[in-house]
T-cell receptor, first 115, second 113 residues
Framework: DSGVTQTPKHLITATGQRVTLRCSPR?????VYWYQQSLDQGLQFLIQ???????AKGNILERFSAQQFPDLHSELNLSSLELGDSALYFC??????????????FGPGTRLLVL | GQNIDQPTEMTATEGAIVQINCTYQ??????LFWYQQHAGEAPTFLSY????GLEEKGRFSSFLSRSKGYSYLLLKELQMKDSASYLC?????FGAGSYQLTFGKGTKLSVIP
């Protein structure tokens, strides 16, 4: 158990809908990262937050958005869902979000299925 | 751009040694990580290399050659529970905002009796 929690564990929804995925980082970690993992693409970095502010952006679609709240939990919002958005969504956290050796610890993921 | 290559699948026998290779071409380099991921589960951290050479941690060792853009993960005394995907990840740049990891697609290792 990494100490990172994610809810829900599974989510089934329809095309065109909007969903929110939630992540709570490990105690003391200030930085949160979101990744998407699909069968053919591997783990793709979406976005990073540090202490409430956006730190870095990866391959995140405009239909997706995220935020980190004052209590450091984070939410990833996915809207106008398409079949291709079906994937495992992982949240990871790290202590400061900086430093070459800093390790990211991953949550159990949310499996999203868009029908 | 970023490019990280790993073999897609490998099979090895219980008790044996297996080496999983990773080559990378990234815009800058500031560390390489190996993660283990069982099917449908979260990636878990195995090792970190930033300087050339071998890092040993129990049954697992990881090697890095920065000049060759090459790393390998060595698993000794293989156990059935080592059947998993092994992900190579590079931290490509060092600077404000650039602490994310770029992952390879992973190597699925099957350990057979």
């Amino acid at each position: 158990d990494s100490g990172v929690t994610q809810t829900p564990k599974h989510l089934i929804t329809a095309t065109g809908q909007r969903v929110t995925l939630r992540c709570s980082p490990r105690s003391g970690d200030l930085s949160v990262y979101w990744y998407q993992q699909s069968l053919d693409q591997g783990l793709q970095f979406l976005i990073q937050y540090y202490n409430g502010e956006e730190r870095a952006k990866g391959n995140i679609l405009e239909r997706f958005s995220a935020q980190q709240f004052p209590d450091l939990h984070s939410e990833l919002n996915l809207s106008s869902l398409e079949l291709g958005d079906s994937a495992l969504y992982f949240c990871a956290s790290s202590r400061r979000g900086q430093g070459a050796s800093e390790t990211q610890y991953f949550g159990p993921g949310t499996r999203l299925l868009v029908l | 751009g970023q490019n990280i290559d790993q073999p897609t699948e490998m099979t090895a026998t219980e008790g044996a040694i297996v080496q999983i290779n990773c080559t990378y071409q990234t815009s800058g380099f500031n560390g390489l990580f190996w993660y283990q991921q069982h099917a449908g589960e979260a990636p878990t951290f195995l090792s970190y290399n930033v300087l050339d050479g071998l890092e040993e941690k129990g049954r697992f060792s990881s090697f890095l050659s920065r000049s060759k853009g090459y790393s390998y993960l060595l698993l000794k005394e293989l156990q059935m529970k080592d059947s998993a995907s092994y992900l190579c990840a590079v931290r490509p740049t060092f600077g404000a905002g650039s602490y994310q990891l770029t992952f390879g697609k992973g190597t699925k290792l099957s350990v057979i009796p």
